[in-house]
């Protein structure tokens, strides 16, 4: 067991970790920001900011793949800072809207979502159920419903992985130039001629159709 101060110092760069506190007579479930935990963004791990900006109303919510956690955010307000959504992206949160975004959502559970529905067909309504019941089962409570925004990510998510498979960020006419079907994958079942098929393939007999 550890103090309360101690936990947060600890947790200082993992606050999606969920935690119990001993309230004398047993372990209760708690939270990192009801210890005072607040995150800082847009800075290094050992670095102070001089000028913190708080989340719009201090209420912000980070989907991550063990459930649905309300954490204290303070974003870097220092001369030259970054934009909001940027800060977080590169703290590897997904941001839900570029202008004083409220939630965001992780890049790992982007990826464990999109592995789930491509391997086990999961839709996203019953993934983000697991997630609401996961942290039920911390909080005793049902977190405030944010179904509309992952769908909204993880929407933009699919569509930025495909782009980027595409190479389409490298591309002299950029995103923007992108035309119709440029995106599309070969299949490598279907003949293609000068790819799979033999050079003669024309005139191939009947026995072959």
Avoid at 18 to 45: C, D, K, M, T, Y
Avoid at 73 to 97: D, I, K
Avoid at 191 to 209: H, I, R, V, Y
């Amino acid at each position: 067991m550890f103090c309360a101060s101690c936990i947060v110092e600890s947790h200082s760069r993992l606050p999606l970790h969920w935690i119990e506190r001993w309230n004398g007579q047993f372990f209760e479930a708690s939270s990192l920001r009801s210890l005072g935990l607040r995150v800082q963004l847009g800075h290094g791990p050992h670095s102070r900011c001089i000028n913190p900006k708080q989340a719009h109303s201090d209420d912000f919510a980070v989907i991550h793949v063990n459930g649905i956690h309300s954490v204290a955010v303070n974003f870097c307000g220092c001369p030259g800072a970054e934009e909001h959504y940027m800060q977080l992206l590169r703290s590897m949160w997904y941001p839900a809207t570029l202008k004083n975004p409220q939630t965001a959502t992780t890049f790992s559970c982007l990826r464990q979502f999109q592995n789930l529905n491509c391997l086990g067909k999961l839709p996203v309504y019953d993934y983000y159920k697991a997630l609401e019941i996961m942290t039920q089962n911390r909080q005793r409570e049902v977190p405030k419903d944010r179904y509309r925004v992952l769908l909204r990510v993880i929407f933009q998510w699919r569509h930025l992985k495909m782009l980027k498979r595409a190479g389409r960020c490298h591309a002299q006419s950029s995103i923007d130039g992108t035309a119709r079907g440029e995106c599309a994958m070969d299949c490598p079942a279907c003949p293609q001629p000068e790819k799979n098929l033999p050079d003669n393939w024309k005139e191939a007999g009947p026995e072959f159709a």
